[in-house]
């Protein structure tokens, strides 16, 4: 079956340009001219992946980012813009996006993109992961901890999610940026360490002294259950 691809920008010639090679390609392009029947279509057409302008007239991509989180879609969302900020980067995706691509658009490097993050979201398993008191239930986004539900951001979870499928494995800043954050590279950047600092203070009995979010010295984090 043909995969959906929401385009959500209000430039005509882009939409033009992203529905031609989306269809040559074997995908079924959905489009919107704003953001408030973006977010409406997104919701009610659940598409595989969103394509999202951040500037539009009505509603900014950001927020629509935002709500769609919210109300638990799970889709690939990348950015498009013509700003050039490393913190419009940041931003977008600590609001949960897996991509920001800057205009003119390179429409091959588009596609290739679009295609790995449809490859890697279909390829994810539904599951449930427990080690020792955390239950990790992918498939409804849900986390307990001592028989308690513990509320997530997007991200939050997705980094919880990534150090959980192999505790005790030592991953690097670099590949959690990549495993979690996607592909836009955003140059010197303490994400991560602020949300596993986020995740020791949700998690931890003593957030300065982690038994958990271990912190490998020189190397990365580490979810540790062998203490």
Aim: contains cysteine; aromatic residues 6%; glycine residues 6%.
């Amino acid at each position: 079956m043909s995969k959906k691809v929401l385009i959500v920008d209000d430039d005509e010639s882009t939409v033009a340009q992203l529905q031609g090679v989306l269809s040559r390609a074997g995908y079924i392009p959905i489009t919107s001219r704003n953001g408030k029947e973006g977010l409406e279509l997104a919701l009610r057409e659940k598409p595989d992946l969103m394509v999202l302008e951040v500037t539009l007239p009505d509603l900014d991509g950001f927020s629509i980012c935002k709500s769609l989180r919210s109300e638990g879609f799970n889709s690939p969302i990348i950015f498009l813009t013509n700003k050039t900020s490393e913190i419009d980067a940041v931003i977008g995706l600590e609001l949960g996006a897996q991509d920001y691509i800057r205009k003119p658009l390179p429409l091959k490097e588009l596609l290739t993109r679009i295609e790995v993050h449809l490859k890697k979201n279909y390829n994810e398993p539904n599951k449930k992961i427990t080690i020792e008191d955390l239950e990790i239930d992918l498939e409804r986004r849900k986390v307990k901890h001592k028989g308690m539900i513990k509320e997530l951001t997007h991200k939050e979870f997705q980094l919880l999610y990534a150090l959980a499928q192999s505790p005790n494995k030592v991953f690097s800043r670099n590949e959690l940026l990549t495993n979690v954050w996607g592909w836009a590279q955003c140059g010197q950047t303490r994400t991560v360490d602020i949300h596993i600092g986020y995740l020791r203070k949700k998690f931890e009995d003593n957030p300065r002294k982690p038994r958990l979010f271990q912190t490998i010295r020189g190397v990365g984090y580490t979810l540790n259950t062998e203490n």
